[in-house]
């Protein structure tokens, strides 16, 4: 069983940066792609970045693309999201998963392929 634990949400002002932290525990890290996600009140569970096994690969939503950085220490068992240039709209609760199975470049960006998720930080972008 993979236990995930995200950290790092809070309030910022838009145009501020934030860096979240999802420590694994429980599992071999560096077999799993790992995801983040957020789901903001009322709206349905949406794709935020990926990234492979590897670190070699990864994918992001046109939202996010250019502001956003995933990245991923498996020394650490950790996986990261860099936010730049937050919006309002940004703001949400964001979950880490992990894909375990997949192959060492490849990456999901569907939440019904990840199989561990951590509990959410949340994240507020004020105007």
């Known amino acids: 069983q993979v236990q995930l634990v995200e950290s790092g949400g809070g309030l910022v002002q838009a145009g501020d940066s934030l860096r979240l932290s999802c420590a694994a525990s429980g599992g071999t890290f560096s077999t799993y792609a790992m995801g983040w996600f957020r789901q903001a009140p009322g709206k349905e569970r949406e794709f935020v970045a990926a990234i492979s096994r590897n670190g070699r690969t990864t994918s992001y939503p046109d939202s996010v693309k250019g502001r956003f950085i995933i990245s991923r220490d498996n020394a650490k068992n950790t996986v990261y999201l860099q936010m730049n240039s937050l919006k309002p709209e940004d703001t949400a609760v964001y979950y880490c998963?992990?894909?375990?199975?997949?192959?060492?470049?490849?990456?999901?960006?569907?939440?019904?392929?990840?199989?561990?998720w951590g509990q959410g930080t949340q994240v507020t972008v004020s105007s």
């Open positions: 998963a992990a894909d375990p199975g997949r192959l060492p470049t490849v990456v999901a960006t569907t939440p019904l392929k990840y199989d561990y």
